[in-house]
């Protein structure tokens, strides 16, 4: 147990649904993140938040939409995705955003497909 | 960032020490190096990480060259809940990107 929380674990979705990832810490961090991690590829980091605020989107697909309420609560919300939006989305955390010491921790992920 | 370099995969028998290997030959003098497992379809578990000195904790120890341009993760006694794909990464204090390549799939054999 990490103490970052994901939920749903799984969720099948289709097309044209509107769908959403919670994330959870308890540790006190100040930095959230969300990552993509698709079968046999590296994972992808696709936002930051630092202290709520949105510091980095790397290019993702306006399809997915981050909220980030406070520090411990992240969102990930789903509307209109594809078949290859299938994957792995993991939730980590850490202190502070940008430091090199700052661990990041992970969640267990939500396995999400798209059908 | 720097990359880092790591064999695809390694067999290790139950009870023995592994040892991964990992270099970073480009790292520069402000870059961290962790270490990180994930376990089938889990997300990313943290090991351990370094700046210079040899670093060791109740998971394992991590062994930093001199010249830093390579490291190794020791798992003392590893166990089949060790078999993992493992990932070395560095990271600089600028900047949020924590790339983590695609590790070492670790296969802890009985």
């Known amino acids: 147990e990490t103490g970052v929380t994901q939920t749903p674990r799984h969720l099948v979705m289709g097309m044209t649904n509107k769908k959403s990832l919670k994330c959870e810490q308890h540790l006190g961090h100040n930095a959230m993140y969300w990552y993509k991690q698709s079968a046999k590829k590296p994972l992808e980091l696709m936002f930051v938040?630092?202290?709520?605020?949105?510091?980095e989107n790397n290019s993702v697909p306006s399809r997915f939409s981050p909220e980030c309420p406070n520090s411990s609560h992240l969102f990930l919300h789903l509307h209109t995705l594809q078949p290859e939006d299938s994957a792995l989305y993991l939730c980590a955390s850490s202190p502070v955003g940008g430091l090199a010491g700052s661990t990041r921790y992970f969640g267990a992920g939500t396995r999400l497909s798209v059908l | 960032d720097a990359k880092t370099t790591q064999p695809p995969s390694m067999d290790c028998a139950e009870g023995r020490a592994a040892n991964l290997p990992c270099n970073h030959s480009?790292?520069?003098?402000?870059?961290?190096v962790y270490w990180y497992r994930q376990i089938h379809s889990q997300g990313p578990q943290y090991i351990i990480h370094?700046?210079?000195n040899n670093e060791t904790n109740e998971m394992a120890s991590l062994i930093i060259t001199e010249d830093r341009k390579s490291s190794t993760l020791i798992l003392p006694h590893a166990t089949l809940r060790d078999t993992a794909v493992y990932y070395c990464i560095v990271r600089s204090n600028t900047g949020n990107q924590f790339y983590f390549g695609t590790g070492t799939s670790l296969t802890v054999i009985p």
């Open positions: 480009t790292i520069s003098g402000n870059e961290y």
């Open positions: 370094g700046l210079k």
């Open positions: 938040y630092n202290f709520k605020e949105q510091t």
